[in-house]
């Protein structure tokens, strides 16, 4: 079997693992699908400040809760799923059969941006007819061009951090412990119009508000152009950072 | 360097250090194609840093070792297509199915074996659909041979195949693990049970402190030119010398059984008195326990 057939094989069963893990499929695809239904009844219609326009409450809150779906599947899934299969000897034993470990890796990270970019679509599917969110043709292409690079960035931070924690016990709480902090300054429950100066700067450190702003951008009303290529430059550094760290750090045993 | 060799397994002066700890002192080791060779040796022996090397999973500090005609340090893909690992313990996905598992892990290997036949082998043919975490500990470990053997493999690293088994259960994996051997592929198999080396390998290698310490068939190392013969005490009874007794038993070891046993056998004939006596040749295991504790003092 070719390599690209074996990657195909290997892809098709990670989906297939992920969809039948109840834990996985409760945070990335019913969590934020509960959030937005809850959030966007409320407050479908109010008025809020979001990336410089004055825009209603679910047009905003659902580009953000997707990122939110798109980190928990690319990002805190994968850290414990990798951290967990290094703990119980998967990799021991993937590393002596001829599976390529590149191959392995990449059938985790492959279907984890899968998996994050299914739930992202489900959001969509749910909030356009029933909260009125407004998609633009033209921006379309930069929004899924924006998700992509999001949830590769998101898989190769997943996989050095993976790396870099001890245990399994300890992948749980330093995936969450370095994600929401930072989702909190990063626009994705309420938008950084209006936060003070210094706290945008500490925000615009880390990838996630660029994520937000390039990927929430694409949903502003009346917004029919521009390319957000500093946001997705930055979000492809530190994609790159993550992967010189996973390669360098990786370890199949515990 | 994919010359075939004459031996499954090559090993000569292997050297591995951890620190300051010695796990291999120029360890020598030859494995037969088609034979079963069992690795003996208490915790700490280096049984595992021997077999891990051999795995390809760690490279050693010093020595020669050559496997299927390969460099197992090395690490090559074919390599790997032409070994099966069976560890004690490795991790599998607690949501993936039987037959599942074993197509995906097939898929990498050139010929893999038909993922039926390999559940009929192992005793699984109707748990197929079964998800690992609801196998049973024992079905579990079978799960992971027929994985081992899904590449069809020339030689099988089998670690602890047993460890924690019942009876039953050990005996039918035994009969698995024979019906392997009938298939012609090499097995070199870590123990720490007598009976299993002694009920599956051709030859037994003991290891004690990073050291071969013994090896030969299991009659061989079992065979020793003493007997122990042992009798429960009666009063008068003229003991040999060299005898201990011990909890009202006397125990000695003898090149000379029939002569030691004569007088006391015309002894106890003469008063109509019926001994309760016993010899035996020393086990694999006594001689195990000798051979590790020598090394040991």
């Not at chain 2, 035994?174 to 002694?198: F, N, V």
């Given at each position: 079997?070719?390599?690209?057939?074996?990657?195909?094989?290997?892809?098709?069963?990670?989906?297939?693992?992920?969809?039948?893990?109840?834990?996985?499929?409760?945070?990335?695809?019913?969590?934020?699908?509960?959030?937005?239904?809850?959030?966007?009844?409320?407050?479908?219609?109010?008025?809020?400040?979001?990336?410089?326009?004055?825009?209603?409450?679910?047009?905003?809150?659902?580009?953000?809760?997707?990122?939110?779906?798109?980190?928990?599947?690319?990002?805190?899934?994968?850290?414990?799923?990798?951290?967990?299969?290094?703990?119980?000897?998967?990799?021991?034993?993937?590393?002596?059969?001829?599976?390529?470990?590149?191959?392995?890796?990449?059938?985790?990270?492959?279907?984890?941006?899968?998996?994050?970019?299914?739930?992202?679509?489900?959001?969509?599917?749910?909030?356009?007819?029933?909260?009125?969110?407004?998609?633009?043709?033209?921006?379309?292409?930069?929004?899924?061009?924006?998700?992509?690079?999001?949830?590769?960035?998101?898989?190769?931070?997943?996989?050095?951090?993976?790396?870099?924690?001890?245990?399994?016990?300890?992948?749980?709480?330093?995936?969450?412990?370095?994600?929401?902090?930072?989702?909190?300054?990063?626009?994705?429950?309420?938008?950084?119009?209006?936060?003070?100066?210094?706290?945008?700067?500490?925000?615009?450190?880390?990838?996630?508000?660029?994520?937000?702003?390039?990927?929430?951008?694409?949903?502003?009303?009346?917004?029919?152009?521009?390319?957000?290529?500093?946001?997705?430059?930055?979000?492809?550094?530190?994609?790159?950072?993550?992967?010189?760290?996973?390669?360098?750090?990786?370890?199949?045993?515990? | 360097?994919?010359?075939?060799?004459?031996?499954?397994?090559?090993?000569?002066?292997?050297r591995k250090r951890y620190g300051d700890l010695t796990a291999l002192?120029?360890?020598?080791?030859?494995?037969?194609?088609?034979?079963?060779?069992?690795?003996?040796?208490?915790?700490g022996?280096?049984?595992?840093t021997?077999?891990?090397?051999?795995?390809?999973?760690?490279?050693?500090d010093?020595?020669?070792?050559?496997?299927?005609?390969?460099?197992?340090?090395?690490?090559?893909?074919?390599?790997?297509?032409?070994?099966?690992?069976?560890?004690?313990?490795?991790?599998?996905?607690?949501?993936?199915?039987?037959?599942?598992?074993?197509?995906?892990?097939?898929?990498?290997?050139?010929?893999?074996?038909?993922?039926?036949?390999?559940?009929?082998?192992?005793?699984?043919?109707?748990?197929?659909?079964?998800?690992?975490?609801?196998?049973?500990?024992?079905?579990?470990?079978?799960?992971?041979?027929?994985?081992?053997?899904?590449?069809?493999?020339?030689?099988?690293?089998?670690?602890?195949?047993?460890?924690?088994?019942?009876?039953?259960?050990?005996?039918?994996?035994?009969?698995?693990?024979?019906?392997?051997?009938?298939?012609?592929?090499?097995?070199?198999?870590?123990?720490?049970?007598?009976?299993?080396?002694?009920?599956?390998?051709?030859?037994?290698?003991?290891?004690?402190?990073g050291?071969?310490?013994?090896?030969?068939?299991?009659?061989?190392?079992?065979?020793?030119?003493?007997?122990?013969?042992?009798?429960?005490?009666?009063?008068?009874?003229?003991?040999?010398?060299?005898?201990?007794?011990?909890?009202?038993?006397?125990?000695?070891?003898?090149?000379?059984?029939?002569?030691?046993?004569?007088?006391?056998?015309?002894?106890?004939?003469?008063?109509?008195?019926?001994?309760?006596?016993?010899?035996?040749?020393?086990?694999?295991?006594?001689?195990?326990?000798?051979?590790?504790?020598?090394?040991?003092?």
């Amino acid at each position: 079997m070719s390599t690209v057939a074996l990657t195909g094989r290997w892809i098709g069963g990670r989906i297939r693992l992920t969809a039948r893990n109840p834990r996985a499929l409760v945070f990335t695809f019913a969590f934020p699908l509960i959030l937005v239904i809850l959030f966007s009844a409320l407050n479908g219609n109010a008025k809020v400040d979001a990336y410089g326009e004055s825009m209603r409450f679910a047009q905003f809150y659902t580009p953000a809760i997707a990122v939110f779906s798109l980190v928990t599947a690319c990002y805190t899934t994968l850290i414990l799923g990798v951290a967990t299969a290094r703990d119980q000897g998967l990799l021991k034993r993937v590393r002596g059969t001829p599976l390529p470990m590149g191959v392995y890796l990449g059938s985790w990270v492959t279907g984890a941006a899968a998996t994050g970019l299914g739930a992202v679509l489900l959001l969509f599917v749910v909030a356009v007819p029933a909260f009125g969110v407004k998609l633009h043709a033209s921006t379309l292409p930069t929004a899924v061009l924006t998700l992509v690079l999001g949830a590769a960035c998101l898989a190769a931070l997943g996989v050095a951090v993976a790396s870099l924690v001890k245990s399994a016990d300890q992948a749980m709480p330093i995936a969450q412990l370095t994600f929401l902090p930072i989702s909190f300054i990063s626009g994705i429950w309420f938008p950084l119009d209006g936060a003070p100066g210094w706290l945008v700067s500490v925000a615009h450190f880390f990838p996630l508000s660029h994520l937000v702003n390039a990927f929430g951008g694409c949903f502003v009303p009346g917004k029919t152009s521009g390319f957000p290529a500093h946001d997705l430059m930055i979000v492809a550094i530190w994609g790159l950072v993550g992967l010189y760290v996973a390669v360098r750090r990786f370890r199949w045993e515990p | 360097m994919t010359m075939d060799s004459l031996d499954a397994v090559r090993v000569r002066g292997l050297r591995k250090r951890y620190g300051d700890l010695t796990a291999l002192d120029g360890v020598d080791l030859n494995v037969a194609r088609g034979e079963v060779l069992a690795l003996l040796g208490p915790n700490g022996a280096g049984k595992t840093t021997l077999v891990e090397i051999l795995e390809g999973h760690r490279r050693a500090d010093d020595g020669f070792a050559s496997v299927l005609g390969y460099d197992p340090g090395k690490r090559e893909r074919a390599f790997r297509e032409r070994i099966g690992i069976v560890l004690q313990e490795a991790g599998l996905d607690p949501a993936i199915k039987v037959r599942e598992a074993l197509e995906l892990y097939g898929a990498s290997y050139p010929s893999p074996r038909p993922a039926g036949e390999l559940l009929e082998l192992v005793g699984l043919g109707d748990r197929g659909e079964a998800r690992a975490a609801d196998l049973s500990g024992g079905q579990r470990r079978r799960l992971d041979l027929a994985l081992g053997l899904v590449g069809d493999p020339e030689l099988v690293f089998l670690d602890e195949p047993t460890t924690g088994f019942d009876p039953a259960a050990r005996r039918q994996s035994w009969e698995t693990i024979a019906a392997l051997r009938s298939l012609g592929k090499a097995i070199l198999l870590t123990t720490h049970y007598m009976e299993e080396a002694q009920y599956l390998a051709d030859r037994v290698v003991v290891l004690a402190h990073g050291n071969v310490v013994a090896e030969g068939t299991p009659e061989e190392l079992g065979r020793d030119d003493a007997s122990v013969v042992s009798f429960r005490v009666v009063p008068d009874a003229p003991l040999p010398e060299g005898a201990i007794v011990e909890r009202g038993v006397a125990r000695w070891r003898t090149e000379t059984p029939t002569r030691d046993l004569a007088p006391l056998l015309a002894w106890a004939a003469a008063r109509d008195l019926e001994l309760q006596f016993t010899v035996t040749r020393p086990t694999l295991e006594d001689v195990y326990l000798e051979l590790t504790e020598e090394v040991a003092a």
